[in-house]
């Protein structure tokens, strides 16, 4: 979801009327900031206080390459991150993700090893539908268990739009407020995905939008965040419950004008480092504590929702590392404004930070000009000459320096030679450099060397499908019973002995497909640095501790895509056609809006 | 002022609390509408509620030219036209207009003429300084008499921006409603133009937005507006009272970033029928009669303010002529939406009409190749592929359609192969064709034949500059008693005596400078079609009823500017050097930011 989806930011259609009033009821933060332009890290970032570079949710594949965490990807969130609802539980939080999870998919990784008590959801976004033998469709969890997959269980009809979805996590949501709210302190990290394409919505709100489909998605989450407001009032705890929205990253733009959000006035969007990647609609509520109709200009990130949550719990965060995420409560309750930097990053590379009001850019770049010229452009409509630029630009000799203030779409950039630039350039070198010579890089996680991994499918490691069919609670979808899974019935074969022989055959086509591009290499199950392989590796792969990488069929640098994307166009590149698509609708399908995150 | 410019619009520093209340307690339109992207039309159309086609203020000098009145343009608005204010004085209303006019500044064109009984302001924007020689500063009236010009009693520091004239336009407006409240239906047409480059704020508003000066004359604007609906408090008139506020075109981009405000996630800016050129910021406030926090959805124009006037004074829209107008108290009583196309016009062509969601291009054009390689660019950042052109193109056989919902930015044409495409088309061109076959264009009013007309300061005719420098109503400019004035005392002598020297130069040099690019001739001091003309008339240009364009010098179709850059570059091209440039700051400085209307 982008800055610019809710009325209260300016949206034209002016349709999400819960959502503006959960503003005028509490604080407003325009310049609030994800921690990546991509969902996986930013959600990491979310959950640890840490920025990718620091909680591993990165790649070193390439330089200033993003990446999240497909399902071929073997890494994830490590042991060694403490997440929020772990140190919560120290409070006595009881604590539920409904939704994405995106902090990787293998049994290690579940959110209930990770201080979650409960979790109904996904590891991944609802892309798809797949064929279901060389490659399955994503699963759904109710804790451990796996209750369904996309497109089966869960259905969604790509061609009208329509799946419950939205409704069942909303459903989840409150009745985990009901059941909560009287007997235990609790912790909600409502992750929806409607916005994400391909976009869906429910029956009820389908074509109600003036804004096509992304706004009937968008409409149904404002309308849902509605409804657990007036819960919270209901069960008489909405002055004891803190609540918070915003989103992982910027809106996708790929996928405009159909399932596109909007940025506002921003430049680009997801994948991108400028603001439309990365700056968030964001909004706080606590009514008797926040004070309504506020706006703070607070630099606020996802990651000081870590720290604050903490401080709402009476804990502190860990001290045995470094920690991004500031305790928002004296901006929030004070309305002061404390000075801290904004770093984006793509992977490993340091692109920009923000102080104050100057952004300096140290790289430039949206993607490369091989994908931009096949038509994927993160910046439609948009073009800063020298800004976004479709190679990897280096400016760390001089950066480029933008005043947010009167230039918010960072089109004019500041003189060289001017007073405020150098004054801007000192203050933030100085910044970065306490910044980098701190800085202990974790190792890596979504690296790729293998791409047919599927961790949640796999051998007796991998979830059971519960045995009965899931029914959502509450929310069935009308018109044909049959209901828009049918649409897929034949592509999509169903139920625990397909699934596990298309693992079996995903297994045994890994070596044949794997392919090594960066300086870590992982075999299907093992950990990092210590592989274990069936077979011998393909050419150019190794098993062993990381080295420079040495694979062939590797990309140059700066190719602007997720590993998926290029993960799949090296295996054609190696010479084997014939491997199934990642996605079988190309490479906008990886690509595209995130959902909102709300917790 | 641009659509983006209010918080309540989303500018992220959310810098008009004032106007965003007014909005919360009143009515928003999101999808509001000027009558042209340049400010002298839309002001007329606003006063007519007439298509600017209709009133005469467009020009034929060239096909799709923007055209607004300079000093040198000798038409205005016609006396068969009927004004707002002279309409409302059959129902006894008094009305004043405050600040900019803009619909001529020839004694016939005087606004006490045409309906209003007060007026404190300038026929014309705050352009400037000039020598006072060839060409004499602006000057400021007080009903008939001339009090000052701009730059001279009424300082403007063009270095730190310091001015005080929204401070007096406010004390005017403040001084009007406290004089009429208790006794008379008034009318207020407050037109300040503080956010036209030369950008400008009193002190204490100097420095204090994070937009820079643009900022910071917005922030003045937005605290008069607020001081306003105060006062409609304690003379506990408000529920008496409807205000509205909105912009005569979108915001000039080409000042940017220094001196542009903002048009929000629309394209391009003031000049073009995109988006960013002619939506707007639009708030209606009447409490116990407009509800509080509505939006509307309503396609809405600056000419439904003439319309709605008269209806909320019980008088009926002139029964004689064609009327654009929309009376909407329906939308703003009862929340209904009305079926109206909304025609976007560049002078004599109709380039763009919108219905409901569906906006189609008959032409697209932002300005010329020759300009935009000269650095003079509509829509920085932006660059959309066959329709930000820089080619006047005609669409008018395949018109480019959007859907403004789900693409507000227009970047997305309609595939024509579509079954929407030609439900839209086909709609669109229906209303086109009957607003074709009805219209009856006015007899343009902008056409330039000659640039030396300067009526403000011509003969027996013009205007006396008062014996004693005006003093601003409890506004004085602290620091050096000398003001900013000082500054420009030398390069601006003042008086009478220089003043009426000038004319006479200016009279003199008129033959020498004239040239006819149009198909109507106006000598210096003569009405459309019957000139008075001194010496004899230039090579290409004659005496006597309009007739087609025969004149040396002329410049292609299309260059994309208004009267005034236009002619200066025509009369280099004449082989004229030496001939003072119209204004000294270049070309960007007679095409910036609008003002602000409120009324």
Chains 1, 2 share one sequence.
Not at 194 to 202: D, E, N
Not at 445 to 457: D, E
Not at 563 to 587: F, I, T, W
Not at 589 to 599: D, K, Q
Request: hydrophobic share 35%; charged share 20%; net charge positive.
């Amino acid at each position: 979801m982008g800055w610019g989806d809710l009325g209260v930011y300016g949206e034209p259609s002016r349709e999400t009327p819960n959502l503006d009033r959960m503003a005028a009821e509490g604080m407003l933060f325009p310049n609030f900031y994800s921690a990546n332009p991509l969902c996986s890290p930013s959600r990491a970032a979310l959950l640890t206080g840490r920025l990718p570079i620091r909680n591993g949710f990165y790649t070193t594949n390439a330089h200033a390459r993003n990446a999240y965490t497909p399902q071929e990807i073997v890494g994830g969130i490590p042991d060694s991150e403490q997440l929020l609802p772990e140190l919560l539980k120290k409070a006595g939080y009881v604590s539920k993700i409904v939704g994405k999870w995106h902090l990787g998919h293998r049994p290690q990784f579940h959110p209930l090893k990770h201080g979650f008590d409960e979790w109904f959801g996904s590891p991944n976004c609802h892309f798809g539908p797949y064929d279901n033998k060389a490659r399955p469709n994503i699963p759904v969890y109710r804790d451990w268990e796996m209750v369904g997959r996309y497109y089966e269980e869960f259905p969604i009809n790509l061609k009208t739009g329509e799946a419950n979805l939205t409704q069942i996590y909303l459903q989840e949501a409150l009745d985990f407020i009901k059941r909560q709210a009287r007997h235990h302190p609790f912790f909600l990290y409502w992750a929806v995905d409607a916005t994400h394409a391909p976009v869906y919505a429910s029956k009820p709100f389908l074509g109600t939008s003036q804004r096509g489909r992304y706004g009937d998605a968008v409409r149904e989450i404002d309308d849902s965040v509605g409804k657990m407001l007036e819960l919270l009032h209901d069960l008489h705890v909405a002055d004891n419950t803190f609540v918070f929205f915003t989103s992982d990253n910027g809106a996708a733009l790929i996928s405009a004008p159909e399932q596109a959000g909007s940025n506002g006035p921003f430049l680009c969007g997801k994948q991108t480092t400028f603001e439309g990647g990365m700056r968030e609609p964001a909004l706080a509520w606590w009514p008797g504590h926040i004070a309504a109709g506020q706006v703070s200009h607070q630099l606020g990130s996802i990651m000081d929702l870590f720290t604050t949550s903490l401080a709402l719990a009476g804990l502190t965060p860990p001290r045995d590392r470094a920690i991004d995420g500031l305790n928002l409560l004296p901006a929030l309750l004070q309305g002061r404004l404390m000075d801290r930097p904004v770093f984006y990053y793509r992977g490993d590379t340091l692109m920009a930070t923000t102080l104050g009001q100057h952004k300096a850019h140290f790289w430039t770049w949206t993607n490369s000009w091989e994908n931009f010229r096949q038509g994927i452009d993160f910046c439609p409509g948009q073009n800063v000459s020298g800004v976004t630029t479709h190679s990897l630009e280096d400016h760390t000799k001089l950066p480029l320096i933008f005043h947010l203030g009167r230039d918010p779409g960072e089109r004019f950039p500041l003189s060289f030679a001017s007073a405020e630039y150098q004054e801007a350039l000192s203050r933030i070198t100085s910044v970065v450099q306490q910044h980098q010579e701190a800085l202990v890089p974790g190792q890596p996680q979504l690296n790729v060397c293998n791409w047919a991994v599927m961790g949640h499918l796999a051998g007796p490691e991998g979830p059971r499908l519960l045995p009965r069919r899931h029914r959502p609670p509450g929310a069935t979808p009308e018109g044909d019973p049959r209901g828009p899974h049918r649409l897929h019935r034949r592509r999509v074969p169903r139920g625990r002995i397909q699934g596990a022989s298309a693992s079996a055959r995903a297994e045994g086509s890994t070596w044949a497909l794997r392919v090594c591009l960066g300086e870590g290499f992982w075999g299907p199950s093992g950990a990092p640095g210590r592989a274990r392989c069936l077979g011998s590796p393909p050419k150019g792969c190794e098993v062993g501790p990381p080295r420079p990488p040495r694979c062939a069929g590797a990309l140059p640098a700066g190719s602007g895509f997720p590993a998926q994307d290029r993960r799949d166009r090296v295996a054609r590149s190696v010479g084997l056609p014939g491997v199934p698509k990642l996605n079988p609708r190309g490479p906008a399908a990886s690509l595209l809006v995130p959902s909102a995150s709300w917790y």
